[in-house]
């Protein structure tokens, strides 16, 4: 059973600080994994998908890479803002459709 | 596009009743996905359907719990009768298996349930 699991569980940086979260999975072979942010009484929203030919994917300040091999991916945000306070959840999906979902790394960017 | 668009946001039962949870897929999307989320165990996958057709239901907690897709537009997740551990936000989420944008799963706003 592939686990997924995201440390921290949370995060203060000030604002501009650079964030990296992890992600680690047991399993490698996935087909893809997927970044999301959830706001606090929200839902989620995709970030950036990494197919499992990729090493990286790269949408504005986020940067996501992705290393098989070793089971790990992280999430870049350059120059953080108090905009990028939120829960980032990362899920592994094999090769069926089932995402496995960490259970997150709460943000908090301080002004 | 509007996106995942989930009924009612909110909704407050009292243990014993029957609650339905509607959903709208993103129009063009062909998987639909019901999941709940709690505290204590995050994100859990209730059931998936390709093409309207309940694929994967290993997920749905007893016989309590009902999922439909009708067609391809609409689904409802059904819980009779409530009990107060049935608390919990549930989230439909689509996606599109092929194609621009495939996998890329997007969620809705979910529905967040309290059993007293």
Redo the contacts between chains.
Sequence with gaps: KQEVTQIPAALSVPEGENLVLNCSFTDSAI??L?W?RQDP??????LL?IQSSQREQTSGRLNASLDKSSGRSTLYIAASQPGDSATY?C?V?PDD???S?G??TTVTVRA | DAGVIQSPRHEVTEMGQEVTLRCKPISGHNSLFWYRQTMMRGLELLIYFNNNVPIDDSGMPEDRFSAKMPNASFSTLKIQPSEPRDSAVYFCASSRRGGAGANVLTFGAGSRLTVL
């Design positions: 087909y893809n997927q999301f009484g929200k839902g989620l929203t995709s998908l959840l899920a999906r459709y089932k995402l979902f259970a997150g």
